[in-house]
């Protein structure tokens, strides 16, 4: 009842804010202009554009990743990939200060949290982990969390969540923060699609509407 809810809601505001999608040449040139100006205006304001990880061989490999682009980060298990991750989302909202609704289909929130905290603060994350605090952590700790409590991170723990659930999620997140910086979900392997049978099939289609709401949410 309540996804459906959302999608009654979603679809009555996508009728009162609807984006425009058809443009003649001109139109779209001046579309062109207008990004590119927002892009030499943030570079100059912050000294760099689009989502970044803070690790700047990384960043510069891959250069900018914008607004409305749907990006997948593939590795073997244990290489990295949630704190990437992670680091994405504290970029975006530490120094764009934009929202993020970050998803969690495999960590706990507390977890999740110590490892944001253990980046944020530069205090070991087994530490933070194991309770062993020495030579003022503590008040390291507590300081972080004090600086950093405001942060507009939206964190959602939900096991095996449906594409239905993301969406309701992004919704839910967009109607609090009004903007999205970016949504993560962590990770790609842990979504279901009900309506699909065949495994290849159901990560193909998961993989279309994440793009979708990549552009619907344009974040």
Do not use: W
């Not at 999608?7 to 001046?30: G, I, V, W, Y």
């Not at 682009?69 to 290489?79: D, Q, T, Y």
């Not at 507390?110 to 030579?135: C, F, K, Q, V, W």
């Not at 923060?177 to 279901?192: E, H, N």
Request: hydrophobic share 35%; charged share 25%; glycine share 6%.
């Amino acid at each position: 009842i309540y996804l459906e809810a959302e999608n009654l809601f979603s679809t009555s505001s996508s009728t009162l804010e609807a984006k425009q999608t058809s443009f003649d040449f001109n139109q779209a040139l001046e579309k062109t202009l207008e990004r590119f100006e927002k892009k030499i205006a943030q570079k100059e304001d912050k000294g760099f554009i689009g989502v970044q990880f803070n690790i700047p061989h990384l960043d510069n490999l891959l250069g900018t990743i914008e607004k409305g682009h749907f990006c997948v980060i593939g590795g073997r298990p244990g290489s990295g990939k949630s704190t990437l991750a992670q680091m994405c989302a504290m970029q975006t909202a530490k120094r764009y200060n934009m929202p993020v609704l970050f998803i969690s289909a495999e960590m706990d929130t507390p977890t999740l949290t110590n490892r944001m905290i253990s980046a944020l603060g530069h205090i070991p994350y087994n530490n933070l982990h194991n309770g062993e605090i020495y030579d003022g952590m503590f008040e390291k700790l507590t300081g972080t969390i004090a600086q950093f409590r405001n942060l507009p991170i939206f964190i959602e723990e939900k096991q095996k969540p449906t594409i239905s659930e993301i969406q309701s999620y992004a919704r839910k997140a967009k109607r609090k923060y009004k903007a999205l910086g970016c949504i993560i979900v962590d990770y790609l392997g842990l979504i279901r699609d009900p309506s699909k049978k065949d495994r290849v099939q159901e990560v193909a289609s998961i993989s279309r509407d994440l793009k979708a709401m990549a552009k619907e949410f344009d974040c």
